[in-house]
């Protein structure tokens, strides 16, 4: 089985009303017998939605007890308001200026967190090497979990630790092996990870980085089904998966992206997204992926002081410890909806507010604006994707485009407190009045 990106161009729908219902139709796409397991409109124009889709090619039924739909969307019947719990989303690999790098973002969901009970994020927010200070108000999940909890799909049980299997590759340069093994038993030591299991997967997976036409990070996955394979045999004595395996990537690539003076796009987190994408779909559980080191060559390089954004990765021999610690506590996953009404479970209709950069049209977008959740979109955290939200067909006062972190964490004080934004803005402006005469 092999995992890919794919590009698409749809028709444009005219005021792009029921966009979700539209993408979501059989006849949209023409995916034959693959499965899409990541989705993205990468530029909204004229000429179409450009669509950038993630797909399992060739899937092997064995594997499938359950049909895998990421288009599956079911409204949410009532919105809860006892707590105030916002997702915190930096869609991985489309070259963000704020938190496409190493754990960069960070420093921006911590202040998000002060003012939400609850924030949920994805690795790409917090992953920094051997760093990971996620909010202790936070839960850490994968990106397509955060997909199907806003499409209303599944819902999230917070855990109070999880039993965590490794599968690393069995790398040629046993150095390589031997310093992961050593970062899984300091987890183990320092912070009392419970890792059940360590596997070396032989021969590894096979894994590529590369670029797709719009500039983001895609790539290719080949040997998934060696991966299930581990899987299966483990069922039942794990409950979240931590993969570490080599992202073969052009060794340019390195250098380039670390002493650039220009903002080059991460080339390893679009296919470590379609890995974890997949196997969270299928199996429901909490997955997270580090790359490990190909060679001496890219171990030894001199990149010098590099830009503060990817200090943590330029400073590690290991990229284990951030995603150890958390799937250490990342929810469990609930597919059964009769059980979303529990005040244990958070689902859709917990969620009070979404965080993306400006210009982010996926499935958590689109399933926001049905789900009539507020979404603040942050221009200063520029990106390669080209699309103009304010085009979609918002309810008032839904959509709350600010010009930074900060100026994001005030509206959503304001949407804590039940007030309206403008209404802490000069020049205030008087009520509109309308009559309306009865015929």
């Not at 085009?391 to 100026?407: D, F, I, R, S, T």
């Not at 304001?414 to 205030?428: E, Y």
Request: proline fraction near 6%.
């Amino acid at each position: 089985m092999r995992l890919k990106q794919k590009e698409f161009v749809i028709p444009i729908k005219k005021g792009h009303s029921d966009l979700l219902a539209y993408i979501s139709a059989p006849d949209t796409f023409s995916f034959g017998a693959d499965i899409p397991v990541r989705f993205a409109i990468t530029e909204l124009s004229d000429r179409g939605y450009k669509c950038e889709i993630g797909l399992i090619e060739n899937p092997e039924a064995k594997f499938y007890k359950n049909p895998l739909d990421l288009f599956e969307y079911s409204p949410r019947k009532v919105a809860r308001h006892g707590n105030f719990n916002a997702i915190f989303l930096v869609p991985t690999g489309i070259g963000s200026d704020i938190g496409g790098h190493a754990g960069d973002a960070t420093p921006a969901v911590k202040i998000v967190a002060e003012v939400c009970d609850q924030v949920i994020l994805h690795p790409n927010v917090v992953n920094a090497s051997e760093l990971n200070e996620m909010p202790l108000n936070s839960l850490y999940v994968e990106g397509s979990t955060i997909t199907r909890l806003l499409m209303g799909q599944i819902g999230l049980v917070p855990v109070r630790s999880n039993r965590v299997l490794v599968v690393i590759d069995d790398h040629p340069i046993s150095m390589f092996t031997n310093d992961n093994i050593n970062s899984i038993n300091a987890a183990r030591s320092t912070y009392g990870l419970k890792c059940s299991s360590i596997v070396k997967l032989q021969p590894p997976l096979c894994m590529t980085s590369s670029f797709s036409s719009s500039g983001a990070a895609i790539g290719e996955v080949i040997g998934l089904e060696r991966l299930i394979a581990v899987v299966e045999r483990f069922k039942g004595d794990f409950d979240a998966l931590a993969i570490a395996s080599v992202i073969d990537t052009p060794q340019d690539y390195h250098e380039a992206y670390f002493k650039s003076s220009e903002d080059m796009t991460n080339p390893w987190g679009g296919v470590e997204a379609m890995l974890t994408h997949s196997l969270s779909m299928m199996y429901n559980f909490p997955t997270a992926h580090s790359p490990m080191l190909e060679n001496h060559d890219v171990a030894n390089f001199d990149l010098g002081v590099v830009d503060p954004r990817k200090a943590a990765e330029a400073a590690s021999l290991t990229f284990l410890q951030c995603m150890l610690k958390g799937l250490q506590k990342s929810p469990s996953i609930c597919t059964d909806k009769t059980l979303f009404a529990d005040k244990g479970i958070i689902s859709a209709q917990d969620i009070s507010c979404l965080v993306i950069p400006d210009k982010c049209i996926g499935l958590p977008t689109l399933a926001a604006l049905e789900q009539g959740i507020s979404v603040i979109a942050v221009r200063e955290n520029k990106n390669l994707l080209l699309n103009q939200l304010e085009a979609l067909p918002w309810q008032k006062g839904q959509l709350h485009v600010v010009n930074n972190y900060l100026e994001a964490v005030g509206v959503l004080s304001a949407l804590k407190a039940g007030i309206s934004p403008d209404s802490v803005r000069r020049p205030f402006p008087n009520a509109l009045v309308e009559t309306m005469r009865s015929q």
